[in-house]
C-alpha cells in the first residue's frame, strides 16, 4: 500500500462547529505532516509529527489542534474557525528514520488528495 | 513562501518543446526536490537532489543544483500535454522540515 488517505474530501462548516479532518497511512512512515494550501499558493507547513510525537509546530493557532493516535494515524482536529482558513489542508508521509545512519537515504513526503475545507 | 521563490510564475509551451524553472531558497539544506500538482489535487515527488550533487537526471527530468547561490532547476525535455501542472520545489531540513517554493504552473499546449 503506498497510498495516504484523507476523509473527508470536502468538508463545510460554520464558524461555531467542530470537525475533524483525517489521514491514514500504512506505508510503515515514521512521519506525518499537515499542510494548508491556499489557491494558487504552495503548500505551508503546519505541523510534523515524528514517531507519533509533535515535533514541528508552525506557530499555528490553536483553533487547529492536531493528534496522532498511533503510528498510521492523524487527525486534525478544528474549532472556531474563521473564512479565512478555507484551503485545501494536505497530509504527507515520509519515512522519518530517526537513525543518523541512515539519513543518507531518500525522505521524501507522499501526499493524499487532500480535504478541502470551506468555514462559512 | 516560507522557503523561497520560483520563477515563472506560469508558463505556456507546445508539446515538444523544452520547459524551465527555477527555485531560490533562503537556508541551507540537506536536499531539494521537486513536486508536481495536478489542478488541486495531492503532490507527487518528482526527484531529489542531495546537496552534495550538481546535477540529476530521471527520464525527461533533469535537475541543477547551485548551493552558493541557493537555487536550482527543473528541465522537462520534449513536453507532452500530460505535464500541465504545477511545479513545487521543496527544500528538506533537518530530515523531517520540508518547506515549499511559490510554484511555477505549467501549460502544454497540444
Known amino acids: 500500500d503506498t497510498e495516504v488517505t484523507q476523509t473527508p474530501k470536502h468538508l463545510v462548516m460554520g464558524m461555531t462547529n467542530k470537525k475533524s479532518l483525517k489521514c491514514e497511512q500504512h506505508m510503515g512512515h515514521r512521519a506525518m505532516y499537515w499542510y494548508k494550501q491556499k489557491a494558487k499558493k504552495p503548500p505551508e507547513l503546519m505541523f510534523v509529527y515524528s514517531y507519533e510525537k509533535l515535533s514541528i509546530n508552525e506557530s499555528v493557532p490553536s483553533r487547529f489542534s492536531p493528534e496522532c493516535p498511533n503510528s498510521s494515524l492523524l487527525n486534525l482536529h478544528l474549532h472556531a474557525l474563521q473564512p479565512e482558513d478555507s484551503a485545501l489542508y494536505l497530509c504527507?508521509?515520509?519515512?522519518?528514520?530517526?537513525?543518523?545512519?541512515?539519513?543518507?537515504?531518500?525522505?521524501?513526503?507522499?501526499f493524499g488528495a487532500g480535504s478541502r475545507l470551506t468555514v462559512l | 513562501s516560507q522557503q523561497g521563490e520560483e520563477d515563472p510564475q506560469a508558463l505556456s509551451i507546445q508539446e515538444g518543446e523544452n520547459a524551465t524553472m527555477n527555485c531560490s531558497y533562503k537556508?541551507?539544506?540537506?536536499?531539494l526536490q521537486w513536486y508536481r500538482q495536478n489542478s488541486g489535487r495531492g503532490l507527487v515527488h518528482l526527484i531529489l537532489i542531495r546537496s552534495n550533487e550538481r546535477e540529476k537526471h530521471s527520464g525527461r527530468l533533469r535537475v541543477t543544483l547551485d548551493t552558493s547561490k541557493k537555487s536550482s532547476s527543473l528541465l522537462i525535455t520534449a513536453s507532452r500535454a500530460a505535464d500541465t501542472a504545477s511545479y513545487f520545489c521543496a527544500t528538506n531540513h533537518n530530515f523531517n522540515k520540508f518547506y515549499f517554493g511559490s510554484g511555477t504552473k505549467l501549460n502544454v499546449k497540444p
Open positions: 504527507a508521509s515520509s519515512q522519518g528514520l530517526k537513525d543518523r545512519a541512515n539519513r543518507s537515504g531518500a525522505n521524501v513526503l507522499t
Open positions: 537556508t541551507s539544506i540537506n536536499n
